[in-house]
């Protein structure tokens, strides 16, 4: 007998904690809610503080938080892993859908999704494997995503890792949705460059989010030494939290000279803040040597803003070169330098702005609850 999907519990994070998955769950809650009965179950406790030493929650700006949210789940308490479960199992829902990033939390999704009666369990991948990856990643990875009946990945990397431990899964390949709720004031970029005393006639690349080693800001440093030299009044934002690095990039910036067209801006941004960033720059950089997918390509397109990103992993699933930006070789300074200057030199802002508008369609929130759906259906007529 065929079943039509009504009822969904959702785990996640979501406002007031931090982090591009916790706003990836929170717009996915209010896809979902216009057209089934949602439940959104988020951590009590989160990570243990020799994990993430830093605050884990920001409460300074309530865009993201969703009313009626359930608190439940303590990732370091077994106990409470079979009482959610409970939890879900007395809500009886037609589908579970859990996001997946880091094995951390494998044995809680073990134990949850493992006690789940009567009720599909998708898995949505932002990493099937961590970006730092460290022993016993797969085999947590794999015991975990095994409890599954379906996925979403959303890069052709995670749909290769996905295949080395699941074979025959039943997964669908969609691309990361648009994460268009930082356009809170519709700010202009002269309004955003007035606020963060910026000439209107410099030229603006943004490197955004957590600075870690895989998303190669050495090479964009190092290009900015060469592109001072090929465009006056060119000057890259450094937005985000270092973390324990930031000396290593200082040292690098004062070796080559760059301070003069580098501006730095470290700690976590709050989401009230990042709209300014985004309006003010014309172009957003992502320098990786490495990648899943990434929501700060998102983040860009929601303010139509072009992407200059590296050939690497899910990017060039996202990034379409010569039409929303320009891919190019990665841990390689010199593309980077030649890539920024035809973008400004050719004046390409405007035309990669209208394909950025043309690709709105296929970074949807509808798009992904269609997905959503389809594996649903599979899931419950081809095997019925």
């Known amino acids: ?50 994990l993430y030493k830093k605050e884990q929650r920001d409460y300074s700006n309530d865009t993201f938080k969703i009313d009626n949210t359930q608190y439940v789940i303590n990732t370091a308490n077994p106990v409470n892993w079979i009482a959610t479960a409970n939890k879900i199992n007395k809500l009886k829902p037609d ?24 009720s599909k369990v998708l898995f949505i991948c932002h990493n ?16 975990t995503l095994k409890k599954g009946n379906c996925y979403i990945v959303q890069s052709s990397q995670d749909e290769n890792d996905l295949k080395t431990i699941i074979p025959n899964a039943n997964y669908i390949r969609a691309v990361h949705p648009t994460y268009n709720a930082f356009k809170m004031q519709n700010m202009s970029k002269e309004k955003a460059r007035e606020l963060l005393k910026i000439r209107p006639e410099e030229k603006i690349l943004l490197f955004f989010g957590f600075v870690r080693k895989y998303k190669g800001l050495t090479y964009l440093i190092k290009a900015m030494s060469q592109i001072k030299e090929k465009l006056s009044d060119c000057k890259l934002l450094v937005v985000g939290d270092f973390g324990d690095d930031k000396e290593e990039y200082i040292e690098l910036i004062d070796q080559l000279a760059v301070k003069d067209v580098i501006d730095i801006y470290d700690g976590y941004i709050p989401d009230k ?23 700060i390509v ?7 803003k072009p992407v200059i990103a590296t050939n690497v992993g899910g990017l060039p699933d996202v990034v379409t070169d010569g039409k929303t930006g320009y891919l190019v070789k990665t841990e390689d300074s010199e593309a980077l330098t030649e890539a920024i200057t035809n973008f400004f030199k050719n004046d390409k ?5 209208l394909g950025v508008s043309q690709e709105n369609v296929r970074f949807s929130w509808d798009r992904m609850n269609e997905n959503i759906e389809r594996l649903f259906n599979i899931e419950n007529n081809e095997k019925n």
């Open 298 to 304: 998102q983040i860009a397109y929601g303010f139509e």
């Open 1 to 50: 007998m065929n079943k039509e999907l009504g009822k969904i519990v959702l785990i996640g994070p979501v406002y007031p904690y931090k982090g591009g998955i916790s706003h990836y769950t929170g717009l996915m809650f209010r896809a979902l809610s216009k057209k089934y009965d949602v439940t959104l179950l988020s951590y009590s406790f989160q990570y243990p503080k020799i």
């Open 128 to 143: 099937v494997f961590p970006h730092e990856r460290f022993p016993l990643d797969k085999w947590l990875t794999k015991r």
């Open 273 to 295: 803040e990042v709209e300014k960033f985004f309006a003010a720059c014309d172009v957003v950089v992502l320098p990786y040597t490495s990648a899943t997918q990434s929501g």
């Open 349 to 353: 802002a405007r035309d990669f702005q």
């Open 95 to 118: 589908l579970v859908i859990i996001q997946w990033w880091h094995p951390y939390f494998a044995p809680c999704y073990q134990a949850i999704a493992g006690h789940i009666k009567d």
